[in-house]
């Protein structure tokens, strides 16, 4: 019998082809990748609310930054093709090469990580908040929760300085005005509301923050506010906004 348990395998790099760059605002793009056929059992096999990890040819040598996915699961399975969210900072190391992607770009890509899930058997109700480019897995978690007929409401809240800043709103109002039963979009836009606090995230959500899980990805600042204004746990994911990527 072996005393030492076998050593995990590491995550094998993928080469992924890019079928679309999409603006979604300024400094925001979408970009979607298919899946080859021989990669599609690493890759179509997630949870909504993971993340990709891609790898580009800097003048600096390879570098690597993850993104997060914003196509539902069930989605991906039907059109072999997934969806990242992207934020272009200005100087960055990759994420301005990553916005050049033409159609037709092969890229090193991971397999999808990452711990921002409902549980399967995750009823309504639940809250949802993403912050910039946080609303990324946001989208992924909304629409995976309509695909799969889940019971309850999903509450989304899309933080967000401006309507034109707004990354993923359109296809969030039309899920939302298509499912009202089992999605509610809540927008809340910085340049008109303010930054959201502790007293003005209790105002809004209510009953909300205290009836089910509460999920947040976003800038520290907004998580922090969120762990506070919830009375039960808060699973939640930092973006940080200011990486050099």
């Known amino acids: 019998m072996p005393l030492l348990a076998p050593t995990p395998r ?3 790099w993928h080469r992924l082809v890019v079928s679309g760059v999409e603006s979604a605002g300024p400094d925001l793009v979408i970009v979607t ?5 021989e990669a599609r059992d690493a890759f179509i096999r997630y949870d909504a609310g993971q993340y990709l990890t891609v790898r580009v040819d ?3 040598g390879p570098a690597s930054r993850s993104y997060s996915i914003a196509t539902a699961p069930s989605a991906a399975r039907a059109t072999g093709r997934i969806r990242i969210g992207v934020t272009v900072v200005p100087g960055g190391q990759v994420s301005p090469l990553v916005a ?3 159609p037709g770009t092969d890229v090193d890509v991971l397999p999808p990580l990452g711990d921002l899930v409902l549980t399967p058997r995750a ?3 639940v809250l949802a908040i993403g912050g910039g480019s946080g609303i990324t897995p946001v989208v992924a978690i909304a629409g995976e929760w309509v695909e799969t007929g889940r019971d309850g409401r999903l509450t989304v809240v899309h933080v967000a300085r401006d309507d034109e800043r707004a990354m993923f709103a359109g296809e969030l109002a039309a899920l ?3 499912h009202a039963g089992s999605v509610e979009l809540l ?3 910085t340049a008109v509301h ?3 606090t502790e007293q003005s995230l209790r105002r809004l959500l209510g009953d909300r923050l205290r009836g089910g899980p509460v999920l947040v990805a976003g800038p520290e600042g907004l998580v922090r506010v969120v762990e506070a204004a919830a009375d039960g746990p808060v699973l939640s994911e930092v973006f940080h906004g200011g990486h050099p990527d």
């Open 33 to 37: 990748l298919d899946v080859p056929e």
């Open 123 to 125: 009823r309504g109700p």
């Open 100 to 102: 050049r992607w033409a």
């Open 194 to 196: 303010g930054w959201p």
């Open 187 to 189: 927008p809340v836009r």
């Open 176 to 178: 939302a005005e298509a």
């Open 10 to 12: 590491r995550p094998r």
């Open 58 to 60: 800097t003048p600096g």
